[in-house]
């Protein structure tokens, strides 16, 4: 075992050596204290931090332009705290999950990490991250202050493992000069299915394919995804051991979808991006979108467009949306201060979210999405309604995988490869297997 | 120095080295150790590097093995066994993942065998321009998979890439899904790489072509062989051990197709185009059962293994 131990740590080291030469470094370096004591209940969950400097390593994955909001409020936060030193690695997102828990293991991992609301329970099944009960419970943070959904997505075997600092869910963007020129009225965006429909049929007359159904998981599949909650689908049960998304509810919404394309309301064989780039160019007119998408439409002063909740086309509203959280590593051997400190600014950047709002994402703490500066982010705003029927992932560790097989069912209906229900059905087959395969694995 | 020396001795034509008995004695030390001490410094990064880590991935293979889970147990045969029985829940996927690989493999390693081979012979003769056309076919071999992938799949895009565009242009169809279904997503990946790596292979057999003797080929013509004897003959026989590196390199860079399909088809449909090498990793890196990744390493590299050797094999047999 520990000669296991030596060669999976020789292995890794080489991983994270080839990491670390790539992050960004903000902060210098400077002596961290090491006192080996015992983590969990460290500090005073975040009220503040008195002892020796402390130096703090966080991973995220914004590299979009979120990412330059983020190195801001890290910097404030340096400056406003002069023993604790916090410096930020950026990664992408697909390789910062496959990176995280070997440096974790090797002992070059952050103290903290950022992490989607669906990847908590795998993290905290492995034991890559520690609860943070007494952070919420000092800093007297409650479901209330922040929205139900997302505060209980930080919750694994009700225990607190995150923090949430933001949501985004999917929007529904509108290309304003395209309805215009389809005779649509560019500042009603159609709200129900019969709108939508009628608007798809407006903009088919003015030879316009309205609404591009991608085949991959951005953008088709998490439209997909949120169509099947407004048919009142839900994509497990409530135990997460069964997958449903082959249930009638889910039949229905895909073939709904996939009938677009069928209908000539959106091309075959859309390719990755194309759809949003279509958007852009003014060859089609909904997108539905991420949230994160409001910055980048920005920066493009050409495009004329709107944004809105997603209209409900099923018989409920529902709109796909995550959240980001704030965790804190464990280590291999635990540094209390450090530990404080972390909580501290875990603590320091949920107050500060509304800065993080001008990324693009509604603030996940209500006193924040309340105030009046939040309302004044037109765009962002106006998707904070969709926080009360937003569907989030449920967690269950090891699920990232059996979403994936989700979405690559629906690809295989998009793509007119299986028609819907046998797409769906093979897809539950596949996803059963593999929730048995994570039953054995985390023993739940 | 008495090294130098010895080596100049080999040599018939050389003269006889001078002070040779004086340093016998010191040189025939050196002798038994020299060959391991000038392999020392590889051995040493190969048993580091190549040699450990495929035990170590053997060992890796016979377990339950999570890189975090304190719980490693051993289990046998049991994460092979699962590539085999179809209730796993890996068995599909593994399955169409080497049907991926080997239908990539099976266009694309005759035609990079091939093309590269006319390529190298109409670029080793004298023509204005030469040096440019060397240049300009090598070029794209030089850029990163990354940027290809990318450039590729906006080109490629079956309804806004300027492929489509043109074809519609000059009167053919311009509808042709080429990254989101089959046959045009193998269509797409084998051209792509083609176009890609070709280059490379045709500099090594540039380089194999000016290592035959001008000699022969005037033997030849005395002998009244034609344009395609002298091919068949001289060419082709001198070529021979590059085509074995060639074709072997060419088999094992194929084999481990993974960038293209990710960037390009991402997979589609469906995971039809989703590669052997592309599924270890999700299975390693982003399942982290590093158990059965290990074994799907140690299945794949014993079955190109076998395919190497088979290789050898048969180009040994033509040499005799």
Known sequence: ?444 | MADVIEVGAARNDAPPPAGRTRRRGVTERGNRSTPYLFLAPYLVLFGVFGLAPILFGVWISLHQWDLQLPNRPFIGLDNYQDLFSSDSAIYGDWWSSVRATGIFTLFSVPLLVVIPLGLALLLNRSFPGRTFFRAAFFAPYVLGVAVIGLLWRFLLDANLGLVNRVLGAVGLPSDTPWVTDVPWAWISLVGVTVWWTCGFNAVIYLAGLQDIAPELYEAAKVDGAGGWDRFRHVTIPGLRPVMLFVLTTTILASANVFGQALLITQGAPGEQTRTVVWRIVDEGLRDYDAGRAAAMSVFFALMLAVVSVVNFRLFRYRED
Not at chain 1, 311 to 323: E, L, M, R, T
Not at chain 1, 418 to 434: F, H, I, R, Y
């Open chain 1, 1 to 444: 075992m520990i000669q296991n131990e030596l060669s999976r740590r020789r292995l890794l080291g080489l991983g994270v050596g080839l990491g670390a030469a790539a992050s960004l470094t903000l902060a210098g370096c400077g002596g961290g204290s090491s006192s080996p004591d015992r983590a969990g209940s460290a500090g005073n969950g975040g009220k503040d931090y008195t002892g020796p400097k402390v130096d703090l390593k966080l991973w995220n994955g914004f590299t979009g332009g979120d990412g330059e909001i983020f190195k801001t409020l890290v910097q404030q936060f340096n400056t406003e705290h002069q023993n604790i030193a916090v410096s930020v690695v950026t990664y992408e997102w697909a390789d910062y999950y496959s990176k995280l828990p070997g440096a974790v293991s090797s002992g070059s991992g952050p103290d903290i990490a950022v992490m989607h609301m669906d990847q908590l329970a795998t993290f905290a099944a492995r034991g890559t991250i520690s609860e943070l009960d007494d952070v919420a419970k000092t800093l007297e943070l409650s479901e209330g202050d922040f929205a139900p959904t997302v505060w209980k997505g930080g919750l694994y075997n009700e225990k607190r493992y995150g923090i949430p600092l933001d949501m985004h869910p999917l929007g529904f963007y509108y290309n304003k000069a395209v309805m215009q020129k389809a005779g649509l009225d560019p500042e009603k965006p159609p709200t129900t299915r019969d709108e939508y429909t009628a608007a798809l049929t407006e903009l088919k007359k003015s030879g316009v394919q309205g609404f591009w159904v991608s085949p991959f998981q951005f953008t088709g599949g998490m439209t997909f995804y949120s169509l099947l909650h407004q048919w009142g689908g839900k994509l497990f049960d409530d135990e997460v051991a069964k997958a449903t998304f082959n249930s009638d509810p889910a039949v229905e919404a895909c073939t709904w979808l996939v009938d677009l394309i069928k209908q000539g309301h959106s091309p075959a064989n859309v390719g990755q991006d194309a759809d949003y780039l279509a958007f852009k160019s003014g060859k089609n007119a909904f997108n539905w979108n991420g949230i994160w998408q409001i910055n980048d439409l920005k920066k493009s002063p050409n495009v004329q467009w709107g944004v809105a909740p997603l209209p409900q086309i099923g018989s409920q509203q529902a709109a796909w949306a995550n959240s980001h959280n704030f965790t804190i590593v464990k280590q291999r051997s635990a540094n209390e201060n450090k530990v404080a400190g972390a909580k501290v600014f875990i603590n320091w950047l949920s107050e500060h979210s509304l800065d993080w709002a001008k990324g693009g994402q509604v603030p996940a703490r209500k006193e924040v999405r309340e105030s009046a500066e939040f309302k004044a982010l037109t765009e962002v705003n106006a998707l904070a309604p969709e926080l009360e029927y937003a569907a989030f992932p449920p967690a269950a560790p090891g699920l990232g995988e059996v979403i994936l097989t989700f979405y690559n069912a629906f690809n295989e209906a998009a793509l007119n490869k299986k028609s819907p229900k046998q797409a769906l059905d093979d897809g539950v087959a596949k996803a059963n297997k593999q929730l048995e395969d994570n039953r054995k694995k985390y023993g739940n």
